[in-house]
């Protein structure tokens, strides 16, 4: 199994409501991302996990909160967002955070995310 | 500071003419290089990467990438382009030391007419 499967694909919200995003993966890997993808922009960086701890947080406004329960799960609470937040959030796994710097990332599909 | 530039957005060939996009790098220690491609309505996809064991790099798809230190470059290319190649792809970098997460560059439309 080498996939990284995110749900839903798809969810719309509003802003007053509050949501999860969820990806799973079963390759072992013990570092999962997040990543936020504007149309016709390159992935951003938001979380990083290693070893279900959080490693790298890249300045995400708290109404983003990451969940890291296990080694094969990771989690994205949305709480109060923005319509700027309407992306594609993208989960990847690697073996390891990028230790030697050159680790393979394992993206799933991604939830198209639309704020109202 | 790490980055790639990806010289122009979109580039079109025509399906059986070479393919050929751009990567420049800029990194203040040795850099290890990738490209990604994004298929529509799905995530990336590892195409190949350069981790210093060989200036040629050659990845799935038919792909290759040659890293030149001197041109601080990292350009894509497959000698024929198939209308299965059209997507969008990202050249990224990421280092050996320091922050080693991966930094993507702003990507290239690849259309192939038939």
């Known amino acids: 199994d080498t996939e990284v499967t995110q749900t839903p694909k798809h969810l719309v919200m509003g802003m007053t409501n509050k949501k999860s995003l969820k990806c799973e993966q079963h390759m072992g890997h013990r570092a999962m991302y997040w990543y936020k993808q504007k149309a016709k922009k390159p992935p951003e960086l938001m979380f990083v996990?290693?070893?279900?701890?959080?490693?790298i947080n890249e300045s995400v406004p708290s109404r983003f909160s990451p969940e890291c329960p296990n080694s094969s799960l990771l989690n994205l609470h949305l709480h109060a967002l923005q319509p700027e937040d309407s992306a594609l959030y993208l989960c990847a796994s690697s073996q390891v955070e990028g230790v030697r710097g050159n680790e393979k990332l394992f993206f799933g599909s991604g939830t198209q995310l639309s704020v109202l | 500071a790490q980055s790639v530039t990806q010289l122009g957005s979109h580039v079109s060939v025509s399906e059986g003419a070479l393919v050929l996009l751009r990567c420049n790098y800029s990194?203040?220690?040795?850099?290890?290089l990738f490209w990604y491609v994004q298929y529509p309505n799905q995530g990336l996809q590892l195409l190949l990467k350069?981790?210093?064991?060989?200036?040629l790099v050659k990845g799935i798809n038919g792909f290759e990438a040659e890293f030149k230190k001197s041109e601080t470059s990292f350009h894509l290319t497959k000698p024929s382009a198939h209308m299965s190649d059209a997507a969008e792809y990202f050249c990224?970098?990421?280092?050996?030391?320091?922050?080693?997460?991966?930094?993507f560059g702003s990507g290239t439309r690849l259309q192939v007419q038939p």
């Open positions: 990194s203040s220690v040795p850099p290890y």
């Open positions: 350069y981790t210093s064991a060989a200036t």
């Open positions: 996990y290693s070893y279900e701890k959080l490693s």
């Open positions: 990224a970098v990421s280092e050996a030391t320091g922050r080693r997460a991966l930094t």
